[in-house]
């Protein structure tokens, strides 16, 4: 019989206990972030009907990238590529009932059938925090939090930036402004959206495979060659239009809120999901051999109507965990996790002391110690060496003479089991 592959499937990951440490690291400061924003946790399944995708999901994720089958009832489902759907209609279920806004966030694992690269996988987790009914204040909220996410793994502003544009201020110029039909403005998006990956010349030929004639190219380049808000606001005033104010506003507001050095105007930055309407945003690597996006999202007005419910905008944003170590990795911000963390090791060198180490071992962790049994009678050196292994704070000896050694400290002292405290401040470096 021909042997099975060991290997995981394409894209996708097995994780290791010293793969789960850094991953629950990751997922902690996550979750620990969000609640302090009063962002509450939520999840959905696995698996959709894949018209839920259909409606607002866009052309990519659809056509290329969604893992689909027919179930036994023969239901067309998919496999989550994204949240945003899915929490567009939990939120759909009972935002009636709710004071607004509500702030939820989540951490599914979702499937894309991409090319396995650098920063990008077909299994991954994403962190989503999304705010509904909040309207602009929204976009602050979720900007102060993106950025305190990535503070609190020890990142600043030289090593990442938001990059942020409107859909409001996009959908003005191309179709207002150029005069594009519905058909040339999506291939503009498209274009908009590899501008930073494609060499100028090819650029500049492509715009003139969409746009109609010169003037529309032109318009198009003037649109692209807006560096800052302050360009925005001013070619703006020359066309005598409002779609560019929320934004401005936002700028304002962010610049008061001390965040000016986080974030960038960016007419390349579209996204090409179908639902957004408002703010869109990605957040990108700083580091010269990493520069990706870590993090995307944006508002979106309308997600609410595809279930026939009233209007109710939301904004969020997701950020996949393989970009963000890749980010951390470019940074050195990632501390060490190939070794377990051990409070306390217990061991013992007689066979008479063994029902002694187990019932200490269980009144430590009792003391929410992190305890570990050396299973056999145990000579103290076998014991050290064990130890050194792990991360571990202290080692507990019991036989002829009990003792219990503070690793960190390097001092030992005779094993009194009559004073479980003292023992515990002893393991904690207290005493
Ligand atoms: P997205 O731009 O498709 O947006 O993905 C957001 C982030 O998910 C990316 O910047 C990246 O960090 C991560 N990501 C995407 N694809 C992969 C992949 N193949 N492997 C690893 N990481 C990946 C959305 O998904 C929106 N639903 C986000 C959102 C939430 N918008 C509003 N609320």
Same mark, same amino acid.
């Given at each position: 019989?021909?042997?099975?592959?060991?290997?995981?499937?394409?894209?996708?990951?097995?994780?290791?206990?010293?793969?789960?440490?850094?991953?629950?690291?990751?997922?902690?400061?996550?979750?620990?972030?969000?609640? @302090?924003?009063?962002?509450?946790? *939520?999840?959905?399944?696995?698996?959709?009907?894949?018209?839920?995708?259909?409606?607002?999901?866009?052309?990519?994720?659809?056509?290329?990238?969604?893992?689909? $089958?027919?179930?036994?009832?023969?239901?067309?489902?998919? !496999?989550?590529?994204?949240?945003?759907?899915?929490?567009?209609?939990?939120?759909?279920?009972?935002?009636?009932?709710?004071?607004?806004?509500?702030?939820?966030?989540?951490?599914?694992?979702?499937?894309? *059938?991409?090319?396995?690269?650098?920063?990008?996988?077909?299994?991954?987790?994403?962190?989503?925090?999304?705010?509904?009914?909040? #309207?602009?204040?929204?976009?602050?909220?979720?900007?102060?939090?993106?950025?305190?996410?990535?503070?609190?793994?020890?990142?600043?502003?030289?090593? =990442?930036?938001?990059?942020?544009?409107?859909?409001?201020?996009?959908?003005?110029?191309?179709?207002?402004?150029?005069?594009?039909?519905?058909?040339?403005?999506?291939?503009?998006?498209?274009?908009?959206?590899?501008?930073?990956?494609?060499?100028?010349? +090819? $650029?500049?030929?492509?715009?003139?495979?969409? @746009? +109609?004639?010169? %003037?529309?190219?032109?318009?198009?380049?003037?649109?692209?060659?807006?560096?800052?808000?302050?360009?925005?606001?001013?070619?703006?005033?020359?066309?005598?239009?409002?779609?560019?104010?929320?934004?401005?506003?936002?700028? +304002?507001?962010?610049?008061?809120?001390?965040?000016?050095? *986080?974030?960038?105007?960016?007419?390349? !930055?579209?996204?090409?999901?179908? *639902?957004?309407?408002?703010?869109? $945003?990605?957040?990108?690597?700083?580091?010269?051999?990493?520069?990706?996006?870590?993090? #995307?999202?944006?508002?979106?007005?309308?997600?609410?109507?595809?279930?026939?419910?009233?209007?109710?905008?939301?904004?969020?944003? /997701?950020?996949?965990?393989?970009?963000?170590?890749? =980010?951390?990795?470019?940074?050195?911000?990632?501390?060490?996790?190939?070794?377990?963390?051990?409070?306390?090791?217990?061991?013992? %060198?007689?066979?008479?002391?063994?029902?002694?180490?187990?019932?200490?071992?269980?009144?430590?962790?009792?003391?929410?110690?992190?305890?570990?049994?050396?299973?056999?009678?145990?000579?103290?050196?076998?014991? =050290?060496?064990?130890?050194?292994? +792990?991360?571990?704070?202290?080692?507990?000896?019991? /036989?002829?003479?009990?003792?219990?050694?503070?690793?960190? @400290?390097?001092?030992?002292?005779?094993?009194?089991?009559?004073?479980?405290?003292?023992?515990?401040?002893?393991?904690?470096?207290?005493?």
């Amino acid at each position: 019989m021909a042997s099975l592959n060991k290997a995981p499937y394409k894209g996708t990951r097995d994780f290791f206990p010293a793969d789960m440490r850094f991953r629950n690291f990751v997922f902690e400061k996550m979750a620990a972030v969000s609640e @302090t924003f009063c962002y509450e946790p *939520y999840d959905g399944p696995l698996l959709e009907e894949i018209e839920l995708y259909y409606a607002k999901s866009g052309e990519e994720l659809i056509n290329d990238q969604i893992y689909s $089958f027919v179930d036994r009832g023969d239901r067309k489902v998919a !496999i989550r590529p994204e949240m945003t759907p899915t929490v567009a209609r939990m939120v759909a279920q009972i935002h009636r009932e709710v004071a607004k806004p509500l702030r939820w966030y989540a951490i599914p694992n979702l499937m894309r *059938y991409e090319k396995p690269q650098k920063g990008r996988l077909r299994e991954f987790w994403q962190y989503n925090a999304d705010v509904f009914g909040a #309207g602009e204040y929204g976009d602050v909220e979720i900007i102060q939090l993106a950025v305190q996410i990535l503070r609190s793994f020890g990142a600043n502003a030289s090593q =990442f930036a938001i990059h942020i544009n409107d859909r409001r201020l996009v959908d003005f110029i191309f179709t207002g402004l150029i005069g594009l039909d519905a058909e040339a403005n999506k291939k503009l998006y498209k274009l908009v959206d590899r501008k930073n990956k494609m060499d100028p010349a +090819k $650029f500049a030929a492509e715009v003139r495979t969409i @746009t +109609k004639d010169e %003037s529309q190219a032109n318009a198009f380049e003037a649109y692209v060659a807006l560096a800052t808000i302050a360009d925005v606001e001013r070619f703006m005033e020359t066309k005598n239009s409002e779609a560019a104010a929320p934004l401005v506003k936002l700028f +304002k507001t962010l610049g008061e809120l001390g965040l000016s050095e *986080y974030v960038l105007f960016d007419p390349s !930055i579209v996204r090409g999901l179908d *639902y957004y309407t408002g703010v869109v $945003f990605e957040i990108f690597d700083k580091h010269p051999e990493n520069n990706r996006a870590i993090a #995307g999202g944006g508002a979106y007005a309308n997600l609410l109507q595809i279930f026939n419910e009233q209007p109710l905008g939301g904004v969020g944003f /997701g950020m996949g965990e393989v970009p963000l170590k890749e =980010f951390l990795k470019a940074h050195n911000l990632i501390q060490d996790f190939s070794k377990a963390q051990v409070d306390v090791m217990v061991t013992y %060198s007689l066979a008479s002391s063994e029902g002694d180490a187990f019932i200490l071992a269980d009144r430590l962790r009792a003391q929410n110690l992190k305890v570990e049994m050396i299973f056999g009678e145990t000579k103290a050196k076998k014991a =050290f060496t064990q130890a050194e292994r +792990k991360n571990t704070t202290a080692v507990v000896l019991l /036989g002829e003479e009990s003792q219990v050694k503070n690793l960190s @400290t390097r001092e030992s002292r005779p094993l009194d089991l009559g004073n479980i405290n003292a023992l515990v401040e002893f393991v904690k470096g207290k005493n």
